[in-house]
């Protein structure tokens, strides 16, 4: 088996452990992502080490953490991009594929500079710009279904609610 064939494998298991855990630790969880596009809306995509396909970028709220820092801090740690002026709230979802715990802030982003694409990391091993209709073949439902809500303003499915 390979090591992605392997990563894979676990990944169900680390994802229920994970929220397990944040149940009692936290009792709920709380991210942001967003969906950043440039001039000619090619959405910015990552891959990570850690967890299978293409997603867009983000990650957890800190406590005491406002959104907005939290989605700043997320852009530059995982590309590069500095938010350049208010970015727009695409929606605050409960994100039931996930857990009935897990709270996820979308921003469109359109306005931001970046200095220069970022080297692979422990975390982040790729990233790039990808035109909506020609995103990498393992890049997720769940990032497919949000960049579709903003460009092609398809409505969030009933398990993604607002």
Not at 8 to 36: D, I, K, N, Q, S
Not at 101 to 112: G, K, L, P, S, T
Request: glycine share 10%.
């Amino acid at each position: 088996m390979t090591v992605g064939g392997v990563r894979r494998g676990l990944e169900p298991v680390l994802r229920r452990l994970f929220h397990l855990y944040w149940r009692f630790a936290r009792g709920m969880t709380l991210g942001v992502r967003g969906v950043v596009l440039d001039g000619d809306d090619r959405v910015f995509l990552v891959r990570h080490s850690y967890v299978a396909g293409w997603h867009l970028p983000g990650g957890g709220v800190e406590v005491g953490e406002a959104l907005l820092t939290a989605l700043r801090r997320e852009l530059m740690e995982e590309g590069r991009i500095e938010i350049s002026s208010e970015p727009e709230l695409h929606g605050i979802f409960l994100n039931s594929h996930v857990s009935r715990r897990d709270h996820v802030a979308v921003y469109i982003v359109r306005d931001f500079r970046q200095d220069r694409k970022p080297e692979p990391n422990h975390e982040i091993v790729e990233c790039g710009f990808f035109a909506a209709n020609a995103l990498p073949a393992e890049t997720t439902a769940g990032t497919r279904l949000r960049i579709a809500e903003v460009l092609a303003h398809v409505p969030p499915p009933p398990t993604w609610r607002r």
